[in-house]
């Protein structure tokens, strides 16, 4: 497995082929920084405006690894029993009661009262064990016996606390449980945390990790990216859309569209057989990659110069 | 630890990111990993080790594009005369000669560093710098050899002599651009530190204007400080200890089982603050400080309401909701556009326009903030409205930019307004601004 593994990720351009193949178009600066992360064991913090691909990488990563994706999304409000693990409070109660004649019998052979606490003292650890314990996604990846890829998705909607209480697992890949000690990694797991910066991240949390800025696409790669994810659209078409879009990014709305949304209307428009695109059918579908009122009316004003000029691009 | 990579660290460090030695350790690794061989490969790996904001990377990508940079020497316009050979010659006098620009390249870096050249700081240690390195380099060799050539006196030694001249011309020029670069990467630290130590200290109302991005970070640093303490603050306010005698009281209906149980808690007071701002020429600059400052504060102040004054009173608590601070703030140093007379300050007028549009909104809570010179032109002052607000308000404070000395003199004010004050502070420096925000916010 782990020769497989090291096979794969031998070399940027190995990663780049490879990410391809999963259907993921990525630049050389995205796949060196994967290639990093996996030889020097370090999380990557991807950042970068909504809808370029950030939590897609993890995803194709895991794809590409052939090890399962563990995800934790964070909201404010999220602590360490829902991250990392929780007591079976029920299954514990349940068993208790079960057992209660088999406690009965252990304590009633002791005589004084002290005695009988010794004894039970004996027991207590079998009510937290592993057995007892609900691992949530973090202690999950630590136990991955082939490792994970675990992605902290939109690391910057929790709070501090849960920012600084990563830390430990961000750069030691363990974890302290109080009742049972520090359990470890069995394999590395490759960890991506993703950030929309609506907040400036602690320079901890930083420091531990690669960073990696995904910007949107220039056109010559999201046209690449247009011919893999949605594969019939003509050449002219493809060209035309891109440039579209990439035009409407540079306008002032309050929303621009992600490449998600390009590859959407994509197949939007494949779906109504269009060859290029005209004023009216841009008009039609524009609510496909805009998605408020006053955005829609800020570039319906335009559309005409836009289409224009995207339908120039293509030579048509 | 590389050498080079080491160097690259100090460049960047003065450049304003800041590189912790954990992370110099992952960029070392990442440089063993990836080689020197590819540079875009080697940007890419050192920007995700090192970079870690998107302001970071834009200087990183500078910084890295200036570093790497070097290691060249511009094309000679000497030929290499190949055959020949300069064994008589001193080392440096034959790479010249032959325009091994090679070995010049590396004996110029080597010497470079046994002189520490990124120890270079300030402007008038380059030509000192340049000289060091020439005679590391083995400039005497060379000077010793022209001379040498022309005792001969031969027409062979002659030409040699003219050519190694030149030669010796065109080093100077290449170590002097080196060390130029040198400069320009590592001079900033220092110098860097002393101007914004200068800058917190000086006074705002005669700041140059080249300065002006440079507070805007700095204020946006004490920012983030004051709000990540107050945040805590407000935090450590949530937690409470069992507040006892509330307890039993409340469960005395459970005939004295303390079934509910009653936390002490500490009021957080977010203040709601009214500005009162004098954009008058004097005072504009000082104001737009201020404004930064509450502006950024605005998760720890409920409410911001803010009016500016100069002949006359008006409200511009809207440019701020409809623009980022910045423009809001450009619209307002310039007075275009606002419901306002830009003559000579009146506070008596201006009082009372705040006394018809703003009065409503003083309350027990409010802390009314006024930031002036008070410095009427001699109309009438007005205090009895001064008065009324301070007696409906929470807390009046006045901020006046000139120094404690001046005031009441000429057409200053001062002494007849302060009386009705909570707290006069003089506020003209940006040292100044963090301790009056830091004291709005405090808890009690």
């Known amino acids: 497995m782990q020769a497989v593994k090291d096979h794969k990720f031998s070399s940027i351009e190995n990663i780049q082929k490879e990410f391809k193949n999963a259907g993921y178009i990525c630049n050389r600066r995205i796949a060196t920084t994967v290639y990093l992360a996996y030889h020097l064991g370090k999380p990557v913090l991807v950042e ?68 009988s606490i010794d004894r039970l003292h004996r027991y207590d650890d079998i009510f937290f064990s592993p057995h007892f314990l609900e691992p949530r996604p973090l202690l999950k990846a630590l136990q991955q ?20 209480f990563l830390l430990e697992i961000l750069s030691d890949f363990q974890v302290s449980i109080p009742e049972i000690g520090t359990i470890e990694c069995r394999t590395r797991p490759l960890v991506f945390l993703t950030s929309n910066n609506t907040r400036e991240l602690s320079e901890a949390l930083k420091r531990r990790c690669l960073h990696l800025y995904i910007p949107f696409p220039d056109a010559t790669l999201e046209k690449e990216i247009i011919r893999i994810r949605v594969p019939g659209v003509s050449d002219k078409l493809q060209k035309q859309l891109v440039h579209f879009i990439q035009q409407v990014r540079n306008m002032e709305i309050k929303k621009v ?60 | ?44 790996s050192l920007s995700a080790s090192l970079a870690k904001t998107i302001r970071e990377k834009e200087e990183f990508d500078a910084c890295f594009d200036r570093f790497f940079s070097f290691d060249s020497f511009s094309d000679p316009d000497m030929t290499a005369t190949c055959d020949r050979t300069y064994d008589s010659r001193s080392r440096l006098s034959s790479m010249l000669l032959s325009g091994d620009r090679a070995g010049l390249i590396s004996s110029m870096i080597q010497s470079a560093r046994q002189m520490n050249i990124a120890g270079i700081q300030f402007q008038t240690q380059k030509s000192m710098y340049v000289m060091r390195v ?83 970070q700095i204020i946006q640093r004490m920012v983030k400080r004051l709000n990540d303490l107050h ?52 005072v504009s600059r000082i104001v ?107 807390r009046l404070i006045w901020l006046n930019p000139e120094s404690r000395s001046f005031w009441g003199t000429g057409d200053s004010e001062m002494p007849r307004y302060a009386p009705f004050c909570s707290l006069v502070r003089e506020c003209n420096t940006i040292n100044h601004l963090e301790a009056v925000v830091a004291s709005l916010l405090r808890i009690h």
């Open chain 1, 48 to 115: 970068g405006p909504a809808g370029v691909g950030k939590t897609e990488l993890a995803k194709t990563t895991a794809v590409f690894t052939g090890v399962p994706l563990i995800r934790l999304q964070c909201y404010e409000g999220l602590d360490e029993s829902k991250a990392l693990y929780e007591w079976k409070y029920g299954k514990q109660l349940l068993y208790t009661q079960l057992l209660k004649d088999k406690l009965d019998r252990i304590i009633l052979k002791e005589e004084r009262l002290s005695e």
């Open chain 1, 145 to 164: 016996e082939k490792g994970a890829v675990l992605l902290i998705d939109e690391v910057d909607k929790s709070d501090d606390e849960f920012e600084a």
């Open chain 1, 257 to 316: 569209p992600s490449i998600g949304e390009t590859i959407d209307w994509a197949r939007v428009l494949l779906l109504l057989h269009s060859e290029s695109l005209n004023p009216d059918l841009v008009r039609d579908t524009l609510h496909v990659i805009l998605k408020y009122e006053e955005d829609i009316r800020i570039v319906q004003e335009r559309i005409h110069p836009l289409t224009e000029s995207a339908v120039r691009t293509s030579g048509g």
């Open chain 2, 1 to 44: 630890m590389d050498h080079t990579l080491r160097e690259f660290i100090r460049a960047l460090r003065n450049a304003g990111i800041r590189v912790s030695v954990s992370e110099s350790i992952d960029a070392i690794n990442a440089v063993k990993l990836i080689g020197y061989a590819g540079k875009e490969d080697l940007k890419n």
């Open chain 2, 134 to 216: 020439l005679n590391a380099m083995g400039m005497d060799g060379v000077d010793r050899d022209i001379r040498l050539l022309l005792e001969e006196g031969t027409p062979a030694a002659q030409w040699e002599a003219a050519e190694l001249a030149e030669a010796r011309k065109y080093l100077i020029e290449n170590v002097r651009d080196f060390v130029e670069k040198y400069y320009e990467l590592f001079s900033l630290s220092a110098t860097d530190q002393v101007i914004e130590n200068y800058l917190r200290n000086s006074r705002l109302t005669n700041m140059e204007e080249r300065y002006l991005h440079r507070m805007q």
């Open chain 2, 231 to 282: 945040s805590r603050k407000k935090k450590a306010s949530r937690r409470g200890v069992l507040d006892f005698k509330k307890t039993l009281r409340k469960n005395i209906a459970y005939q004295g089982m303390l079934f509910e149980t009653m936390w002490k808690t500490k009021k957080i007071e977010r203040p709601d603050i009214i500005a009162i701002c004098d954009i008058s020429r004097s």
């Open chain 2, 288 to 394: 737009r400080f201020l404004l930064l400052f509450l502006y950024g504060m605005n998760e720890e102040i409920a409410r911001i309401r803010t009016f500016v004054f100069c002949s006359s009173m008006t409200e511009v608590t809207h440019l701020f909701e409809e623009y980022p601070v910045d423009q809001a703030l450009a619209r307002i140093q310039n007075g275009a556009g606002l419901d306002i007379m830009m003559g000579r300050t009146d506070y008596g007028r201006s009082f009372l326009d705040f006394r018809d549009k703003g009065m409503g909104s003083v309350t027990k809570k409010t802390t009314v903030l006024i930031l002036g010179d008070a410095r009427n032109n001699f109309y009438d002052p007005r205090t009895e409205i001064l008065k009324t607000i301070s007696e409906r308000c929470k």
